[in-house]
Nanobody, 119 residues
Framework: QLRLVQSGGGLVQPGGSLRLSCAASGFSLDHYAIGWFRQAPGKEREGVSCIERGGTTKYEYSVKGRFTISRDNAKNTVYLQMNGLKPEDTAVFYC?????????????WGQGTQVTVSS
């Protein structure tokens, strides 16, 4: 199993920004599609964004224009830059790796990080 280590997250006011990081340990992230998911209290986990091995990006409708996913292959890290955060973005965020963004279930997951948007 691939090891993913997340960092970032925290408490931010509405309209603020946060950047989440997902670093790979022991393998090259550029060989995998990396997805970001979130799970709010009492809700099912949902996909937020994904970046394919070739760099194509995808976004869930509610975050388009506010979130940006990117890769830094030199640092073996994928980022999720989140701007214009809203209270409804509050959730535990997870990164995950697999062969493509279209897979039904990603095989390797990070440990999760809490994002809380509140005044």
């Amino acid at each position: 199993q691939l090891r993913l280590v997340q960092s970032g997250g925290g408490l931010v006011q509405p309209g603020g920004s946060l950047r989440l990081s997902c670093a790979a340990s022991g393998f090259s992230l550029d060989h995998y599609a990396i997805g970001w998911f979130r799970q709010a209290p009492g809700k099912e986990r949902e996909g937020v964004s994904c970046i394919e091995r070739g760099g194509t990006t995808k976004y869930e409708y509610s975050v388009k224009g506010r979130f940006t996913i990117s890769r830094d292959n030199a640092k073996n890290t994928v980022y999720l830059q989140m701007n214009g955060l809203k209270p409804e973005d509050t959730a535990v965020f997870y990164c995950a790796a697999d062969s493509a963004c279209s897979v039904h279930y990603f095989g390797s997951w990070g440990q999760g990080t809490q994002v809380t948007v509140s005044s």
